[in-house]
């Protein structure tokens, strides 16, 4: 059975810029999250698609934005890259409520 | 909404010797308590994880603990080895805010030999 898989590994990218990462959960999968992850900081909640519907969002700006296919696979948007938005994106998947969650190996982001 | 406070931040032990992370949480709706292990360059993998009608969980060398009414739960690592080193998450879900599963801030575990 595959696991959760996160297109690229690696971006660089250039302030202004914007930026697209996916994401394809585990089959069966309907709730995807996806998290942000910086040395100091810890695991930040983006945000929880399920089945096509955002169903929380945390506490980041405009900026960032995702959505969800009706095949349950999803992506996040970044708009006008800022230096401080170089971090590894991580998303996770859960086959539904109470029950573990299923990390990709994340996309590590750069921004110049 | 949830806050997950986890302590120590960082936590040295020698081999052999037992580590313990422990967690707070304050919505006392959460009703699901998982523990993560991320080593260097990888994925968050869940080692254990822990319901809230359930008072102790135990996997081996792993176990976790939960006290409800005091709003906290533990990890318990006994007999610690090398390959344990790495950085340990706590998280608490809440079903009713949306299915988010909040995390703690992470627990930076170094086994010595």
């Known amino acids: 059975k595959a696991g959760v898989t996160q297109t690229p590994r690696y971006l660089i990218k250039t302030r202004g810029q914007q930026v697209t990462l996916s994401c394809s959960p585990i089959?069966?999968?309907?709730?995807v999250s996806w998290y942000q992850q910086t040395p100091g900081q810890g695991l930040q909640f983006l945000f929880e698609?399920?089945?096509?519907?955002?169903?929380n969002k945390g506490n980041f700006p405009g900026r960032f934005s995702g959505r969800q296919f009706s095949n349950s696979r999803s992506e996040m948007n970044v708009s006008t890259l800022e230096l401080g938005d170089s971090a590894l994106y991580l998303c996770?998947?859960?086959?539904?409520?109470?029950?573990?969650?299923?990390f990709g190996q994340g996309t590590r982001l750069t921004v110049v | 909404g949830e806050n997950v406070e986890q302590h120590p931040s960082t936590l040295s032990v020698q081999e052999g010797d037992s580590a313990v992370i422990k967690c707070t949480y304050s919505?006392?709706?959460?009703?699901?308590f998982p523990w993560y292990k991320q080593e260097l360059g990888k994925r968050p993998q869940l080692i254990i994880d822990i319901r809230s009608n359930v008072g102790e969980k135990k996997d081996q060398r792993i176990a976790v603990t939960l006290n409800k009414t005091a709003k906290h739960f533990s990890l318990h690592i006994t007999e610690t080895q090398p390959e344990d080193s790495a950085v340990y998450f706590c998280?608490?879900?809440?079903?009713?805010?949306?299915?988010?599963?909040?995390f703690g801030g992470g627990t930076r575990v170094l086994v010595k030999p």
């Open positions: 998280a608490a879900y809440q079903s009713w805010a949306g299915n988010k599963l909040t």
């Open positions: 996770a998947s859960r086959r539904g409520e109470n029950t573990e969650a299923f």
């Open positions: 698609y399920f089945s096509e519907t955002q169903r």
């Open positions: 919505d006392s709706a959460s009703n699901y």
């Open positions: 089959s069966g999968h309907r709730s």
